[in-house]
């Protein structure tokens, strides 16, 4: 069935048995008229010049145009090619924060997790634009380069994961660095870095790399994860099973807050806004808004691979049978 792209359509086969039938029960009325009305008498005395076969041949050839064509209806695809696209939009930047403090539950289920709902949502609201996923904490290194396949993005975002116990620090500079790296720095248009943090900021250069990625042409924006009263750090098992709270060196349980000022002061500087990150998603169709008024460049990329189309084959077979059911002779040629 994965060779049909409208397999549904297959159920009209069924129209083949239920002629078959149909053609041998009207076979068999015919013998019982000819046995009641005509004895023994030879079938070609009663219809002189009649084709006694031509009814088999021309319910065969009825058939199998049938047959042919559902198959065609059902669209039969097979071999793969991969097109060229040529699109308008921006490069886009994806710079998702995995520190432990991420893990904090004071939005649900977590900043962690509410931070990737909102980039599958944000990838939903895109169409021509390349997209690159940068996951940070205090390193930062790009899982999946600049796209146009967000089928490939959505893989890798399902695969990040919050750091290890004992990864300390967020350093959202070395972040904002790595996202204008992998947007390059040749023209200073069509950038976009999208920052997915609570604002921690470890090492304090974020503001002095947002200032350095506008001059060369990068707009930045930022969804901000985390509540406004803060909470705990969460320690769990590989089951989800909570172990406790992360604590500091003297053994006090660490409280995080989401840095609203942080993140304004980067976007500032970024020429971009920050957004509060809510449970309705008002905060990534804000975004979205804000990245389509932003001037667009074509982008050529290969996106899929598409099957051919293989139903004209069938189609054709199909109009051959059901042309040679209408141009069978019912009699013999020279019959009377």
């Known amino acids: 069935m994965e060779i049909f792209a409208n397999p549904e359509r297959l159920w009209l086969l069924a129209i083949v048995p239920a002629g078959v039938i149909a053609a041998a029960l009207a076979a068999r009325a015919r013998r019982l008229a000819r046995a009641r009305y ?4 030879d079938p070609a005395r009663l219809a002189p010049g009649l084709w006694p076969g031509g009814w088999v041949w021309r319910t065969a050839a009825g058939l199998a145009g049938a047959l042919f064509l559902v198959l065609a209806m059902a669209r039969p695809q097979w071999g793969e090619r991969v097109e060229p696209v040529l699109r308008r939009g921006v490069d886009i930047v994806v710079a998702l924060d995995t520190s432990r403090s991420m893990a904090c539950e004071d939005v649900k289920p977590s900043r962690f997790e509410r931070a990737r709902l909102a980039v599958s949502d944000l990838l939903s609201t895109r169409a021509g634009d390349r997209v690159a996923l940068l996951p940070f904490s205090q ?4 899982t999946c380069p600049l796209t146009l396949d967000y089928g490939a993005v959505r893989l890798f975002l399902d695969a990040a994961e919050i750091a290890p116990e004992g990864t300390q620090g967020t350093d959202l500079g070395k972040a904002i660095r790595m996202a204008l790296q992998t947007l390059g720095r040749g023209e200073k248009k ?8 609570d604002g921690e900021d470890h090492a304090g250069e974020a503001v002095a790399e947002a200032r ?5 042409g990068a707009v930045i924006f930022a969804l901000a994860a985390g509540g406004g009263a803060g909470g705990p750090i969460p320690v769990r098992d590989e089951s989800g099973r909570l172990l406790g ?17 942080t993140l304004e002061r980067v976007c500032a500087e970024g020429g971009g806004r920050s957004f509060a990150l809510d449970a ?3 905060a990534v169709g804000s975004l979205a808004a804000e990245i389509d008024r932003l001037e667009k460049k074509e982008q050529k990329g290969l996106l899929a691979t ?4 293989r139903y004209r084959w069938p189609l054709v077979a199909a109009m051959i049978f059901l042309t040679a059911e209408t141009m069978l002779p019912r009699r013999r040629r020279g019959g009377a």
């Open 190 to 197: 069509h950038k976009v870095i999208v920052l997915l943090t």
């Open 212 to 216: 350095r990625a506008r001059e060369e």
């Open 280 to 282: 309705a998603g008002a």
């Open 306 to 309: 598409r099957r051919e189309e």
């Open 139 to 142: 390193w930062a290194g790009v």
């Open 245 to 261: 709270y992360h604590r500091d060196r003297e053994g006090r349980v660490v409280t995080t807050r989401l840095d609203t000022g």
């Open 38 to 41: 005509g004895g023994q008498m």
